[in-house]
């Protein structure tokens, strides 16, 4: 059977998945991908639910308690770890718009993958509206905040 422009595309967000859910050693309940690309800037960033706890890449420590960690850190969340994992997503997120392209698709301006890991289930949000360049104040990272902040509202 052939591939079709779905299946590399499915392809590449799974992908998303799978760094995410390796950075964490596969230990999280939710990933929560936000990618971005406005006029050929691109950018990623991700977060997640662990222990019921709602966190940055950067804090995910902070959701595993002292008898989980035996007090040292469960996850390794150097610098270099994060650039490589948002090196890895932008990575991807390029090759999602080389795809669009090369099949006459419109790319998405942002894209928020929610991966439940318990289910095994992806949920894929995309929208083609320009949510910041045209602000003067606004950039990504507020838009992803913004994500961050709305989910961890919920819970």
């Known amino acids: 059977m052939t591939k ?24 999280a309940d939710m990933i929560y991908i936000y990618g971005s690309n406005e006029f050929g800037q691109f950018s990623t960033d991700v977060f997640y639910q662990i222990n019921n706890f709602i966190v940055k890449k950067h804090k995910v420590n902070d959701a ?64 083609y509206e320009i949510k910041y360049t045209n602000d003067p104040e606004k950039l990504s990272s507020h838009i992803f905040d913004d994500w961050f902040e709305e989910v961890g509202g919920k819970l």
């Not at 299946?7 to 230990?27: G, H, P, R, T, W």
């Not at 040292?72 to 150097?78: D, E, G, H, L, M």
């Open 64 to 127: 595993v308690s002292d008898t989980d960690s035996n007090s040292r850190p469960v996850y390794n969340i150097s610098k270099e770890r994060q650039v490589a994992l948002l090196n890895i997503l932008n990575k991807n997120l390029r090759e999602i718009s080389d795809l669009c392209k090369k099949n006459n698709r419109e790319m998405p301006t942002e894209m928020k993958l929610t991966y439940d890991v318990f289910k095994n289930k992806l949920d894929a949000r995309y929208s």
């Open 4 to 27: 079709v422009f779905e299946d590399y595309f499915s392809e590449l967000q799974a992908d998303m998945v799978s760094i995410c859910l390796e950075y964490v050693s596969n230990k």
